[in-house]
């Protein structure tokens, strides 16, 4: 040193008397994986796709990079892709023409619209991938809400009333799961007793229970072509992020009706609930990995900025820890394939 002022002494080693030290859990990688709390497994996964008209067509979904909407016949595809890849499940959401779209969504209740047509022709190619299929009117609707409107209103009960008749066509299509995302009130009870009276007992609903009205919601709403014609937004009915008691008070709502799985959504940003939400009623429960989260990941990863794989693993794994029993997810093939050891 060519400081010649005295410094203090500085040992090169002390006994700090340490009764505890939890690295000697993490000394190698034998011993981590010992330890280790928490799996992420193929089985955890939901795959969701956008499915869209045309014939052997795939498009990308600028804000989503990596993530296309598929024709029928590529989602069939894709859904084989699934049973390979051991993913249990797959969700369907439509990419509805405009000319299409009308005030009261109508096109939901066509029992030949895009998810429709999807549902039958992969339940037909690989009926043991499970089809869940959302119960909501915004991909259908010319103002890109979830619901009818007067003056300027959703209207709670009239929206039920379509919402019903659209989970019954879908479940009639082959759906094995109906999942409301459309938040309004009582929506499940009504959903159950419409498939029970259509004589779909067995058919699940897992409900979309804690919806945030979320701004990482924006590029679902691009691949659905619902988020440029959005009028207003959607705090009537989805939950303001600051609360999460409410939470609990809506899971337990949607449980009473009949729900025989909820989701809580979007996902990072509220672990918190989520892991509420799995300690108050131990349903199966359900996060999803929403689009704008997605979008953040893969967005940075590209850029070079993060190492998506690890990020990618990562993310969803804080979501078992949390307490999920699945997570819907845009990575789902990627991590089926990374998870299988093919890369
Ligand atoms: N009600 C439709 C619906 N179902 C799933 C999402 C979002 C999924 C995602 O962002 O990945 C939305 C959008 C919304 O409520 O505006
Ligand atoms: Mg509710």
Request: overall charge negative.
């Amino acid at each position: 040193m060519s400081n010649n002022r005295p410094g203090p002494e500085i040992a090169d080693s002390f006994d700090l008397g340490l009764v505890h030290r939890p690295r000697r859990n993490r000394k190698s990688e034998w011993a981590r994986r010992l330890v280790r709390e928490n799996v992420l497994t193929t089985n955890d996964l939901i795959w969701p796709m956008f499915v869209a008209a045309g014939d052997n067509l795939r498009t990308p979904v600028a804000s989503m990079p990596g993530v296309d909407r598929q024709s029928v016949d590529q989602i069939v595809r894709s859904a084989v892709e699934a049973a390979e890849l051991g993913i249990p499940a797959i969700a369907l959401f439509p990419y509805t023409d405009n000319a299409l779209k009308d005030a009261e969504g109508s096109e939901a209740l066509n029992p030949d619209n895009l998810v429709c047509q999807a549902a039958r022709a992969i339940k037909k190619e690989v009926p043991d991938v499970g089809v869940i299929i959302d119960a909501a009117l915004d991909p259908y609707t010319s103002h890109g809400h979830d619901g009818v409107i007067a003056d300027g209103r959703i209207l709670n009960d009239e929206t039920v009333a379509r919402l019903v008749r659209q989970s019954v066509i879908q479940a009639e299509a082959g759906a094995d799961v109906i999942a409301p995302s459309d938040m309004m009130d009582g929506r499940v009870g009504a959903i159950r007793d419409g498939l029970d009276a259509a004589g779909f007992q067995d058919v699940q609903i897992m409900s979309y229970a804690a919806k945030y009205a979320s701004a990482f919601y924006g590029p679902f709403r691009d691949a659905v072509g619902s988020g440029a014609l959005l009028v207003g937004d959607k705090r009537t009915y989805q939950m303001d992020p600051a609360n999460g008691d409410e939470a609990l008070r809506e899971v337990a709502l949607d449980v009473e009706e009949g729900a025989d799985m909820i989701m809580v959504k979007p996902g990072m940003p509220y672990l918190d609930v989520l892991h509420r939400v799995k300690k108050e009623f131990g349903m199966p429960t359900f996060a999803y990995q929403v689009s704008g989260e997605y979008a953040m990941i893969e967005g940075a990863a590209r850029n070079g900025w993060l190492d998506g794989d690890k990020a990618m693993l990562e993310s969803l794994l804080a979501f078992k820890r949390a307490g999920a029993d699945g997570v819907l997810t845009y990575f789902a093939p990627r991590v089926a394939r990374k998870l299988r050891g093919a890369g």
